[in-house]
Nanobody, 117 residues
């Protein structure tokens, strides 16, 4: 099992940047595909980005392509989400998640990101 803890959320003006971090417990972090999701008020949770176990392949939602970058440091058991050119519509609770195969079985508690216009 893995336990996840997000940090780095906050309030930022439109056009600004934030970097989210997700620290994972356990010795098998590199076995997990890692992802970032978000959920805005009144909306369903959506995937933002995910990264393969070795960090060589990343995938992004169309809404964040070119603005967000997901990365991981397996030596530090941490996955990051660098968010640039933030927009008010990026306002949401951001969740870190992990999976071994097909299902995102492990979730953090979330961190709030608020982008003011």
């Amino acid at each position: 099992q893995v336990q996840l803890a997000e940090s780095g959320g906050g309030l930022v003006q439109a056009g600004g940047s934030l970097r989210l971090s997700c620290a994972a417990s356990g010795r098998t972090f590199s076995s997990y595909i890692m992802g970032w999701f978000r959920q805005a008020p009144g909306k369903e949770r959506e995937i933002v980005a995910f990264i393969t176990r070795n960090g060589l392949t990343t995938t992004y939602a169309d809404s964040v392509k070119g603005r967000f970058t997901i990365s991981r440091d397996n030596a530090k058991n941490t996955v990051y989400l660098q968010m640039n050119s933030l927009k008010p519509e990026d306002t949401a609770v951001y969740y870190c998640a992990a999976k071994l195969t097909s299902s995102w079985n492990y979730w953090g508690q979330g961190t709030q990101v608020t982008v003011s216009s």
